[in-house]
Every structure is written in structure tokens, then in C-alpha cells.
T-cell receptor
């Protein structure tokens, strides 16, 4: 069966460091992979989308990589700030109108 | 501009009762999705509308769950004979058009079945 795993339930890092979150999947061949941020009591907020033929995508302090051979995406936040503390969700996205398949999320805490 | 709104924000109901949860998508967004999120889990897909029609309802757990979008904008998720296991946050998301990939989520409705 299809499976998506975000390897860390929680990640604590020091302010200013780079946070790296991992998303692995099996039995799935997504055309896209999306990353969302979710704060407590709120809905997820779209951050980045990367296509299967893209190796890397950047947006300000965010960087996403997508390795379809390893079936893995890495999400990096450089120069992390306490305001980056949140849960980050990865989601598999296939062609057409198939629904997103979300991982459980990784709760990031950036300590000042 | 106005984002996706959901009402009520919280709903407490007794086991066996009927509930309706409402979603107002971003104006002009044709695609609308319902998800359910339990504590410590990611959102789980329930149903997807393109316009007025349910394009994919494969995520609805059983026939107690039903959703409508009669005019292609506001949607209502209806749950009959609620069970304690239905307790979760119900999230609604919309997307600009059929080819758009990113989804815009509302704040959710926290449903508690006692």
C-alpha cells in the first residue's frame, strides 16, 4: 500500500542553524510534491511545490529537493528563526485531480 | 483578500446526532476539498468537488458522511448518526482551477462527539 513518512515527529534546533526535514514515500510515483506549514489551531498553509523533473526549488530561506530514485524530499530552512516554529507537512500530488496524500508532519521548534 | 472560512469553529454534539459543517471557499475557486485531521496526523482526504459535482468521494469513510456544493461555491459536509470516532478537525480547502496544484485551507471545524 502507499505510504508516506516524515521521519521525525519533532525536531529542535538552535536559532540561526539550518533545519532539514525529511519526507520518504513508498509504492507511489507522484508527479509533484508539496510542502505546507501548519500552526496550532490553524489550517495548513502552502509553501512550495516541486515537480518530479525538478531536483531543487528555492523560495527565500526555503529549499526543497526531490529525488524520485530515492523516493525522498528534503525541506531546508536556512538561518532559522523562532517564528519558523510550526508543524511542516509534506504531501504527495499526482497528475490530474487525485487528492493530496499528506504525511503526519514534523513539529519544528527553533530555540532562541 | 478573504481566505477560506469555515463555520462553526467548534462543534460539540452527542453521539447519534446529525451535524452540518460549512465551508466558504475563496471567491472564484472552482475546486473544493474536504479533509479530516486527527491529533498528530496529517489531513486525510474525504471528498473533492469541481464546480457543483463531487469529482472524487473515495475518502468518505461510510455512508453516514455526505457533502454538497449546490451552487459551486459554499459546501456543506453532513454527518449522520455521529460516533465518537468522528471526533476530529474537519478542514476545507479550495484551489483556483482544475490545473492548479496548491490548495488554500480554512481554519477547520473542531468536531467533538460525546
Amino acid at each position: 500500500s502507499q505510504k508516506i513518512e516524515q521521519n521525525s515527529e519533532a525536531l529542535n534546533i538552535q536559532e540561526g542553524k539550518t533545519a532539514t526535514l525529511t519526507c520518504n514515500y513508498t509504492n507511489y510515483s507522484p508527479a509533484y510534491l508539496q510542502w505546507y506549514r501548519q500552526d496550532p489551531g490553524r489550517g495548513p498553509v502552502f509553501l512550495l511545490l516541486i515537480r518530479e523533473n525538478e531536483k531543487e526549488k528555492r523560495k527565500e530561506r526555503l529549499k526543497v529537493t526531490f529525488d524520485t530514485t530515492l523516493k525522498q524530499s528534503l525541506f531546508h530552512i536556512t538561518a532559522s528563526q523562532p517564528a519558523d516554529s510550526a508543524t511542516y507537512l509534506c504531501a504527495l500530488d499526482n497528475e490530474g485531480n487525485t487528492p493530496l496524500v499528506f504525511g503526519k508532519g514534523t513539529r519544528l521548534s527553533v530555540i532562541a | 483578500g478573504a481566505g477560506v472560512s469555515q463555520t462553526p469553529s467548534n462543534k460539540v454534539t452527542e453521539k447519534g446526532k446529525y451535524v452540518e459543517l460549512r465551508c466558504d471557499p475563496i471567491s472564484g475557486h472552482t475546486a473544493l476539498y474536504w479533509y479530516r485531521q486527527s491529533l498528530g496526523q496529517g489531513p486525510e482526504f474525504l471528498i473533492y468537488f469541481q464546480g457543483t459535482g463531487a469529482a472524487d468521494d473515495s475518502g468518505l469513510p461510510n455512508d453516514r458522511f455526505f457533502a454538497v456544493r449546490p451552487e459551486g461555491s459554499v459546501s456543506t459536509l453532513k454527518i449522520q448518526r455521529t460516533e465518537r470516532g468522528d471526533s476530529a478537525v474537519y478542514l476545507c480547502a479550495s484551489s483556483p482551477h482544475q490545473g492548479a496544484r496548491e490548495q488554500y485551507f480554512g481554519p477547520g471545524t473542531r468536531l467533538t462527539v460525546t
